[in-house]
């Protein structure tokens, strides 16, 4: 899981906020594969420059990179992201959606987005859910949706910068 808010323990180093996951009891993980597993990620997200540094002398997108690191190093089928972008500015913003759309490509698992942001949704997604007071009132692709909106308020939401 990864959420809007950083995951990462700030007295920890970048190599340990990724180990930390890997090191619980029920795992049983040697250190050499530990370590594997951290630089494999780490090479991923493109910070492996990084893996010395404390989690406070990152910057908001290392910050973000290395708490989706912590969920891709358990090599889970399926990922729950709750907002992850919503805190970063613009461009930061803009910038990871494309880092994470690479990654999704590169690992292939299942991501469940959640997301109250149109542009993020359209872009990211291969399927966009839409719920209304907590009911599924649409599903479908970007297209389907855009093309075929099944509430007017839709069309306004889509429509929004």
């Known amino acids: ?6 995951s990462l323990y700030p007295h920890m180093t970048v190599k340990d906020n990724l180990a930390f996951p890997l090191r619980s009891p029920t ?3 040697s250190e050499a594969d530990i ?10 997200l493109q910070i492996k420059d990084k893996l010395k540094n404390r989690a406070t002398a990152l910057s908001g997108g290392e910050m973000q990179r290395v708490s989706i690191g912590r969920a891709l190093v358990r090599n889970p089928s399926i990922y729950l992201m709750d ?6 500015d613009a461009k930061l913003r803009a910038d990871l959606r494309l880092e994470l759309k690479r990654i999704h490509a590169q690992v292939g698992s299942t991501l469940l987005y959640v997301t109250h942001d ?8 291969t ?3 839409v719920l209304d007071k907590g009911q599924l009132v649409q599903f479908g ?7 075929h909106p099944a509430f ?4 306004t939401w889509l429509t929004k910068n």
């Open 1 to 6: 899981m990864v959420f809007q808010q950083y």
């Open 27 to 29: 795992l049983n993980f």
């Open 35 to 44: 370590k594997s597993k951290v630089n494999e990620v780490a090479e991923v």
């Open 83 to 88: 907002e992850p972008l919503s805190s970063l």
């Open 118 to 125: 149109q542009t993020e949704a359209m872009t990211m997604a």
């Open 127 to 129: 399927q966009v859910g």
């Open 141 to 147: 692709t970007p297209r389907n949706l855009r093309n």
């Open 152 to 155: 007017m308020w839709l069309v």
